[in-house]
């Protein structure tokens, strides 16, 4: 199981993704990974608390080390975790 938020999301395994939040995560992929964090590209689909659906393809645009994650979709959503 995943420490934390970044660890879960760049080292996405769909059982580990799965078992962290077994009742919300339903499948994840690694698109695209390279040593630039930033242009990694990832698939997740979750259903949060039974109601908000993600299923999206997501690039990291932004990252700072355990602090901050910033991630786009490609229809340009955004989603920020941690501060700047």
Same mark, same amino acid.
């Given at each position: 199981?995943? &420490? !934390? #938020?970044? *660890?879960? @999301?760049? !080292?996405? *395994? ?7 939040? /077994? %009742? ?5 992929? @690694? @698109? +695209?990974?390279? /040593?630039?964090?930033?242009? &990694?590209?990832?698939?997740? &689909?979750?259903?949060?608390? $039974?109601?908000?659906?993600? *299923? ?5 645009? *932004?990252?700072? +080390? ?6 786009? %979709?490609? #229809? !340009?959503?955004?989603?920020?975790? $941690?501060?700047?």
């Amino acid at each position: 199981m995943p &420490n !934390n #938020i970044y *660890d879960c @999301i760049l !080292n996405l *395994d769909k059982e580990k993704f799965i078992e962290w939040h /077994p %009742t919300d995560h339903m499948i994840s992929k @690694i @698109i +695209k990974q390279s /040593p630039a964090i930033k242009r &990694n590209i990832f698939y997740f &689909n979750e259903l949060i608390g $039974g109601k908000y659906k993600i *299923d999206h393809k997501w690039q990291i645009a *932004d990252f700072k +080390k355990k602090k901050m994650l910033l991630m786009k %979709t490609q #229809i !340009n959503h955004f989603l920020r975790i $941690g501060q700047k």
